[in-house]
């Protein structure tokens, strides 16, 4: 019975006009959300990622202390770490999103309203 399932799921992919899937609005909604937040998001992290070593190895601005014998750039690595979790968590929230998106387009795959 599994075997007849499993061949069943098979004939179902074989049907699917991922071309109608990909021009579909749900599909080209979630593609411009994903785009919306991905894009925006890395060029923020590359530029803050590569700013600190660009910073000490052209100028001397994160060499002055910035709290006792802490430099700045002791804070700015700091800050790095807690930019890349804060990063992660806004992620794995919207990927929820995305997610519920995806579910839908193939809920309609399904149906057959693509």
Not at 63 to 77: C, D, K, L, M, R
Not at 93 to 111: H, L, N, P, S, Y
């Amino acid at each position: 019975m599994a075997v007849k399932e499993f061949s069943s799921q098979q004939q179902q992919h074989t049907t699917i006009d991922y071309s109608q899937v990909v021009q579909s609005a749900s599909f080209q909604q979630l593609m411009r959300e994903k785009r919306g937040f991905i894009l925006p998001f890395s060029v923020f992290f590359l530029a803050f990622y590569f700013t600190l070593p660009i910073l000490t190895s052209y100028s001397t601005v994160l060499n002055t202390p910035a709290f006792g014998s802490i430099s700045w750039a002791w804070v700015f690595a700091f800050a790095q770490f807690i930019m890349t979790w804060t990063l992660c968590m806004l992620y794995s929230k919207r990927a929820a999103r995305f997610d519920k998106m995806v579910e839908k387009i193939r809920q309609e795959v399904k149906g057959g309203n693509v």
